[in-house]
Protein backbone atom coordinates (compact mmCIF):
# COMPACT_ATOMS: atom_id res chain seq x y z
CA UNK A 1 0.00 0.00 0.00
CA UNK A 2 1.12 3.85 -0.94
CA UNK A 3 -0.46 6.23 2.21
CA UNK A 4 -0.80 9.47 0.97
CA UNK A 5 -1.26 12.34 2.74
CA UNK A 6 -3.66 15.23 1.30
CA UNK A 7 -3.65 18.54 1.96
CA UNK A 8 -7.33 18.91 1.58
CA UNK A 9 -7.81 22.18 2.53
CA UNK A 10 -5.30 23.86 -0.21
CA UNK A 11 -6.26 25.21 -3.87
CA UNK A 12 -8.85 27.27 -5.39
CA UNK A 13 -11.54 24.38 -5.27
CA UNK A 14 -10.69 22.79 -1.81
CA UNK A 15 -12.14 20.58 -0.79
CA UNK A 16 -14.03 18.91 -3.51
CA UNK A 17 -11.78 19.14 -6.07
CA UNK A 18 -8.92 17.28 -3.85
CA UNK A 19 -11.71 14.67 -2.45
CA UNK A 20 -12.99 14.04 -6.13
CA UNK A 21 -9.61 13.63 -7.44
CA UNK A 22 -8.46 11.18 -4.55
CA UNK A 23 -11.38 9.27 -5.55
CA UNK A 24 -10.33 9.50 -9.04
CA UNK A 25 -6.93 8.16 -8.05
CA UNK A 26 -8.00 5.47 -6.45
CA UNK A 27 -10.33 4.05 -8.45
CA UNK A 28 -7.39 3.75 -10.88
CA UNK A 29 -4.90 2.33 -8.35
CA UNK A 30 -6.52 0.38 -5.84
CA UNK A 31 -2.71 -0.16 -3.74
CA UNK A 32 -3.90 3.76 -2.44
CA UNK A 33 -4.51 4.99 0.77
CA UNK A 34 -5.66 8.61 1.54
CA UNK A 35 -5.06 10.44 4.33
CA UNK A 36 -6.90 13.83 4.42
CA UNK A 37 -6.15 16.65 6.13
CA UNK A 38 -8.63 19.50 6.78
CA UNK A 39 -12.08 20.19 8.17
CA UNK A 40 -14.00 17.21 8.76
CA UNK A 41 -17.51 18.21 8.65
CA UNK A 42 -16.61 19.46 4.98
CA UNK A 43 -14.42 16.54 4.00
CA UNK A 44 -16.97 13.95 5.45
CA UNK A 45 -19.95 14.51 3.20
CA UNK A 46 -17.58 14.10 -0.08
CA UNK A 47 -16.00 11.01 1.14
CA UNK A 48 -19.65 9.26 1.56
CA UNK A 49 -20.41 10.13 -2.00
CA UNK A 50 -17.74 8.89 -3.48
CA UNK A 51 -16.72 5.83 -4.58
CA UNK A 52 -13.06 4.39 -3.96
CA UNK A 53 -12.58 5.82 -1.05
CA UNK A 54 -13.48 3.11 1.38
CA UNK A 55 -10.23 3.05 3.33
CA UNK A 56 -9.41 6.99 3.67
CA UNK A 57 -9.19 8.65 7.15
CA UNK A 58 -9.37 12.55 8.36
CA UNK A 59 -7.08 13.89 10.56
CA UNK A 60 -8.91 17.03 11.34
CA UNK A 61 -7.78 20.44 11.71
CA UNK A 62 -9.55 23.87 11.24
CA UNK A 63 -7.25 25.85 10.40
CA UNK A 64 -5.65 26.18 6.57
CA UNK A 65 -2.89 28.42 4.75
CA UNK A 66 -4.04 31.01 3.27
CA UNK A 67 -3.22 31.78 -0.54
CA UNK A 68 -1.87 35.43 0.28
CA UNK A 69 0.18 34.41 3.11
CA UNK A 70 4.04 34.29 2.82
CA UNK A 71 6.41 31.69 3.81
CA UNK A 72 7.35 33.29 7.10
CA UNK A 73 3.46 33.95 8.09
CA UNK A 74 2.67 30.23 7.07
CA UNK A 75 5.88 28.80 8.86
CA UNK A 76 4.63 31.26 12.19
CA UNK A 77 0.76 30.51 12.56
CA UNK A 78 1.04 27.39 10.53
CA UNK A 79 1.80 24.09 12.56
CA UNK A 80 -2.09 23.44 12.94
CA UNK A 81 -2.90 24.33 9.50
CA UNK A 82 -3.51 20.75 7.00
CA UNK A 83 -0.58 21.59 4.83
CA UNK A 84 1.79 21.81 7.99
CA UNK A 85 0.33 18.50 9.62
CA UNK A 86 0.22 16.53 6.32
CA UNK A 87 3.43 17.81 5.41
CA UNK A 88 4.80 16.74 9.13
CA UNK A 89 3.00 12.87 8.52
CA UNK A 90 5.40 12.70 6.03
CA UNK A 91 8.48 13.38 8.34
CA UNK A 92 7.41 11.72 10.76
CA UNK A 93 7.06 8.15 8.33
CA UNK A 94 3.31 7.99 9.14
CA UNK A 95 2.78 8.78 5.26
CA UNK A 96 4.45 8.28 2.06
CA UNK A 97 4.36 11.56 0.15
CA UNK A 98 2.30 15.16 0.86
CA UNK A 99 -0.25 16.54 -2.36
CA UNK A 100 -1.29 20.21 -1.72
CA UNK A 101 -2.58 22.75 -4.12
CA UNK A 102 -2.20 25.32 -1.76
CA UNK A 103 -0.03 28.38 -1.84
CA UNK A 104 3.32 27.36 -2.98
CA UNK A 105 5.79 29.40 -1.02
CA UNK A 106 4.25 28.27 2.10
CA UNK A 107 4.64 24.65 0.86
CA UNK A 108 8.27 25.11 -0.41
CA UNK A 109 9.17 26.45 3.06
CA UNK A 110 7.34 24.09 5.55
CA UNK A 111 8.97 21.19 3.17
CA UNK A 112 12.66 22.43 3.39
CA UNK A 113 11.51 23.29 7.25
CA UNK A 114 10.22 19.39 7.74
CA UNK A 115 11.53 16.79 5.31
CA UNK A 116 15.29 18.97 5.52
CA UNK A 117 17.37 18.94 2.47
CA UNK A 118 19.17 15.82 1.39
CA UNK A 119 23.05 16.16 2.27
CA UNK A 120 25.16 18.41 -0.04
CA UNK A 121 22.02 19.86 -1.65
CA UNK A 122 22.15 23.97 -1.30
CA UNK A 123 18.41 24.81 -2.72
CA UNK A 124 15.77 22.46 -3.54
CA UNK A 125 14.02 22.85 -6.86
CA UNK A 126 10.25 22.04 -8.53
CA UNK A 127 10.53 20.07 -11.38
CA UNK A 128 7.48 18.80 -13.88
CA UNK A 129 7.31 17.56 -17.05
CA UNK A 130 6.29 19.49 -20.05
CA UNK A 131 4.55 17.63 -23.23
CA UNK A 132 6.38 18.05 -26.29
CA UNK A 133 6.31 17.04 -30.12
CA UNK A 134 7.89 13.70 -28.67
CA UNK A 135 8.64 12.49 -25.69
CA UNK A 136 7.76 14.08 -22.08
CA UNK A 137 10.28 16.76 -20.96
CA UNK A 138 11.44 17.37 -17.57
CA UNK A 139 11.80 20.96 -16.43
CA UNK A 140 13.27 22.17 -13.43
CA UNK A 141 13.23 25.01 -11.71
CA UNK A 142 9.71 26.29 -11.65
CA UNK A 143 9.97 28.92 -9.67
CA UNK A 144 11.46 28.01 -6.16
CA UNK A 145 14.57 29.63 -6.74
CA UNK A 146 14.73 33.23 -8.37
CA UNK A 147 18.28 33.67 -8.30
CA UNK A 148 20.61 30.93 -9.12
CA UNK A 149 24.25 31.04 -9.12
CA UNK A 150 26.85 28.55 -10.76
CA UNK A 151 26.38 25.79 -7.92
CA UNK A 152 22.66 25.56 -7.90
CA UNK A 153 22.42 25.13 -11.61
CA UNK A 154 24.76 22.31 -11.69
CA UNK A 155 22.59 20.32 -8.72
CA UNK A 156 19.73 20.87 -10.27
CA UNK A 157 20.69 19.11 -13.45
CA UNK A 158 22.14 16.37 -11.15
CA UNK A 159 18.18 16.35 -9.22
CA UNK A 160 17.02 16.50 -12.64
CA UNK A 161 18.67 13.87 -14.25
CA UNK A 162 18.28 11.29 -11.63
CA UNK A 163 14.90 12.24 -11.26
CA UNK A 164 13.84 11.73 -14.74
CA UNK A 165 15.87 8.26 -14.38
CA UNK A 166 14.33 7.17 -12.21
CA UNK A 167 10.33 7.55 -13.83
CA UNK A 168 11.83 6.47 -17.32
CA UNK A 169 14.34 4.30 -16.86
CA UNK A 170 16.23 6.11 -18.99
CA UNK A 171 19.63 5.70 -18.03
CA UNK A 172 21.45 8.63 -20.04
CA UNK A 173 18.29 11.89 -20.60
CA UNK A 174 19.78 14.43 -22.91
CA UNK A 175 19.92 17.33 -20.95
CA UNK A 176 20.16 21.17 -22.32
CA UNK A 177 21.22 24.52 -20.03
CA UNK A 178 18.28 27.63 -21.23
CA UNK A 179 19.83 30.77 -22.00
CA UNK A 180 19.11 33.26 -24.46
CA UNK A 181 21.17 31.02 -27.68
CA UNK A 182 22.81 27.89 -28.16
CA UNK A 183 26.41 29.61 -28.89
CA UNK A 184 28.94 29.56 -25.91
CA UNK A 185 29.88 33.14 -25.60
CA UNK A 186 26.17 34.33 -24.91
CA UNK A 187 24.19 34.59 -21.45
CA UNK A 188 25.75 35.68 -17.89
CA UNK A 189 28.99 34.42 -16.31
CA UNK A 190 27.40 31.79 -14.08
CA UNK A 191 25.43 30.10 -17.13
CA UNK A 192 29.05 29.89 -18.73
CA UNK A 193 30.34 28.52 -15.26
CA UNK A 194 27.78 26.12 -15.22
CA UNK A 195 27.82 25.30 -18.81
CA UNK A 196 31.38 24.45 -18.16
CA UNK A 197 31.01 21.90 -15.55
CA UNK A 198 27.92 20.15 -17.04
CA UNK A 199 30.16 19.38 -19.95
CA UNK A 200 32.67 17.69 -17.95
CA UNK A 201 32.35 13.90 -18.89
CA UNK A 202 33.32 12.87 -15.08
CA UNK A 203 29.99 13.97 -14.40
CA UNK A 204 28.05 11.41 -16.34
CA UNK A 205 25.45 13.87 -17.53
CA UNK A 206 24.36 13.75 -21.20
CA UNK A 207 24.85 17.33 -21.64
CA UNK A 208 23.65 19.26 -24.77
CA UNK A 209 24.72 22.51 -24.14
CA UNK A 210 23.06 25.56 -24.26
CA UNK A 211 19.42 25.99 -25.72
CA UNK A 212 16.51 28.35 -26.29
CA UNK A 213 13.07 28.57 -25.54
CA UNK A 214 11.99 27.00 -28.76
CA UNK A 215 14.28 23.54 -28.15
CA UNK A 216 11.86 23.16 -24.77
CA UNK A 217 8.90 21.36 -26.49
CA UNK A 218 10.88 20.01 -29.75
CA UNK A 219 11.64 16.45 -28.48
CA UNK A 220 15.30 16.57 -28.74
CA UNK A 221 15.57 17.20 -25.28
CA UNK A 222 14.87 14.62 -21.96
CA UNK A 223 15.66 17.26 -19.13
CA UNK A 224 15.64 21.32 -19.14
CA UNK A 225 17.39 23.33 -16.18
CA UNK A 226 17.11 26.82 -15.36
CA UNK A 227 16.58 29.23 -12.71
CA UNK A 228 12.83 30.11 -11.06
CA UNK A 229 12.45 32.99 -12.56
CA UNK A 230 12.83 32.07 -16.45
CA UNK A 231 11.40 28.37 -15.76
CA UNK A 232 7.85 29.97 -13.59
CA UNK A 233 7.64 32.05 -16.54
CA UNK A 234 7.97 29.29 -19.13
CA UNK A 235 5.79 27.29 -17.18
CA UNK A 236 3.21 29.56 -17.40
CA UNK A 237 3.89 30.46 -20.82
CA UNK A 238 3.32 26.75 -22.28
CA UNK A 239 -0.12 26.39 -19.63
CA UNK A 240 -1.42 29.79 -21.83
CA UNK A 241 -0.57 28.70 -25.04
CA UNK A 242 -2.59 25.44 -24.26
CA UNK A 243 -5.29 26.90 -23.40
CA UNK A 244 -5.38 29.97 -26.39
CA UNK A 245 -5.30 27.15 -28.66
CA UNK A 246 -7.69 25.07 -27.67
CA UNK A 247 -10.01 27.71 -27.58
CA UNK A 248 -9.28 29.22 -30.64
CA UNK A 249 -9.68 26.00 -31.94
CA UNK A 250 -13.14 25.45 -30.67
CA UNK A 251 -14.03 28.68 -32.16
CA UNK A 252 -12.76 28.16 -35.85
CA UNK A 253 -14.50 24.88 -35.79
CA UNK A 254 -17.51 26.90 -34.99
CA UNK A 255 -17.52 29.00 -37.76
CA UNK A 256 -19.52 27.40 -40.79
CA UNK A 257 -20.91 24.36 -41.86
CA UNK A 258 -18.23 22.82 -43.60
CA UNK A 259 -15.57 23.41 -40.54
CA UNK A 260 -18.43 21.48 -38.10
CA UNK A 261 -18.25 18.83 -40.96
CA UNK A 262 -14.59 18.99 -41.22
CA UNK A 263 -14.64 18.48 -37.19
CA UNK A 264 -17.00 15.49 -37.15
CA UNK A 265 -14.57 13.77 -39.68
CA UNK A 266 -11.09 14.63 -37.71
CA UNK A 267 -13.15 14.43 -34.16
CA UNK A 268 -10.55 11.24 -32.97
CA UNK A 269 -7.30 12.93 -34.06
CA UNK A 270 -8.54 16.13 -32.71
CA UNK A 271 -9.04 14.63 -29.25
CA UNK A 272 -5.84 12.87 -29.12
CA UNK A 273 -3.97 16.62 -29.37
CA UNK A 274 -6.12 18.11 -27.21
CA UNK A 275 -5.27 15.53 -24.68
CA UNK A 276 -1.58 15.70 -25.40
CA UNK A 277 -0.92 19.11 -24.60
CA UNK A 278 -4.01 19.21 -21.44
CA UNK A 279 -1.87 20.73 -18.56
CA UNK A 280 -4.56 18.86 -16.16
CA UNK A 281 -2.49 15.55 -17.44
CA UNK A 282 0.99 17.06 -16.45
CA UNK A 283 -0.10 18.38 -13.25
CA UNK A 284 2.06 17.80 -9.75
CA UNK A 285 5.22 19.80 -9.74
CA UNK A 286 8.08 17.58 -7.19
CA UNK A 287 10.16 19.27 -4.68
CA UNK A 288 13.39 17.77 -6.07
CA UNK A 289 16.41 17.09 -3.40
CA UNK A 290 14.59 17.13 0.11
CA UNK A 291 13.89 13.82 2.41
CA UNK A 292 10.75 13.34 1.41
CA UNK A 293 8.13 13.60 -1.35
CA UNK A 294 6.49 16.59 -1.27
CA UNK A 295 3.89 17.27 -4.40
CA UNK A 296 2.87 20.40 -5.85
CA UNK A 297 -0.58 20.82 -7.48
CA UNK A 298 -1.41 23.58 -9.68
CA UNK A 299 -4.27 25.93 -6.91
CA UNK A 300 -6.65 26.25 -10.29
CA UNK A 301 -7.05 22.81 -11.25
CA UNK A 302 -9.85 19.99 -11.25
CA UNK A 303 -10.51 16.56 -9.94
CA UNK A 304 -8.88 15.23 -12.80
CA UNK A 305 -5.67 17.64 -12.77
CA UNK A 306 -5.62 16.61 -8.83
CA UNK A 307 -6.05 13.05 -9.71
CA UNK A 308 -2.54 13.56 -11.69
CA UNK A 309 -0.85 14.78 -8.92
CA UNK A 310 -1.84 12.15 -7.01
CA UNK A 311 -0.40 10.04 -9.28
CA UNK A 312 3.13 11.09 -9.64
CA UNK A 313 3.31 11.05 -6.50
CA UNK A 314 2.36 7.49 -5.90
CA UNK A 315 4.69 6.91 -8.93
CA UNK A 316 7.44 8.40 -6.59
CA UNK A 317 6.89 6.68 -3.96
CA UNK A 318 6.35 3.09 -6.04
CA UNK A 319 9.83 3.69 -8.33
CA UNK A 320 11.86 4.48 -4.74
CA UNK A 321 13.20 7.80 -6.23
CA UNK A 322 14.73 8.94 -3.38
CA UNK A 323 17.85 6.76 -2.53
CA UNK A 324 19.01 7.47 -6.58
CA UNK A 325 18.71 11.19 -5.79
CA UNK A 326 20.72 11.22 -2.36
CA UNK A 327 23.61 9.04 -4.45
CA UNK A 328 23.21 11.03 -7.42
CA UNK A 329 24.15 14.24 -6.10
CA UNK A 330 26.98 12.87 -3.13
CA UNK A 331 28.67 11.15 -6.09
CA UNK A 332 28.62 14.62 -8.49
CA UNK A 333 29.66 16.57 -5.16
CA UNK A 334 32.59 14.31 -4.53
CA UNK A 335 33.78 15.38 -7.97
CA UNK A 336 33.19 18.55 -8.19
CA UNK A 337 35.06 19.65 -4.59
CA UNK A 338 37.95 17.88 -5.74
CA UNK A 339 38.22 19.49 -9.22
CA UNK A 340 37.70 22.41 -7.25
CA UNK A 341 40.63 21.56 -4.70
CA UNK A 342 43.08 20.79 -7.48
CA UNK A 343 42.52 24.46 -8.74
Known sequence: MIRLALDAMGGDNAPACVVRGADIACGANPN????????????????AKASHLGRASIIHTADAVSPDDTASQAIRRG?????????ASVAAGETDAVVSAGNTGALMAMSKLQLRPMTG??????AAFFPTVGELVCMLDLGANIECDAENLVQFAILGQAFHRSLTGNESPRLGLLNVGEEEQKGHDYLRVASRRLA???LGINYQ??????DITNGQLDVVVTDGFSGNI?????????SMFTRLLRRSLNKSFLSRLGYLLAR???????????PR????????????IAVKSHGGTDRIGFANAINVASELVDHGFLPDVSAAIARANTILERKDDDG
Do not use: Q, W
Open 200 to 202: DPE
Open 281 to 292: HYNGAVFLGLNG
Open 209 to 214: GFVEGS
Open 234 to 242: ALKMAEGIS
Open 32 to 47: LEIVFYGDEARISPLI
Open 121 to 126: VTRPAI
Open 79 to 87: KATSMCMAI
Open 268 to 278: GALSEMRSHID
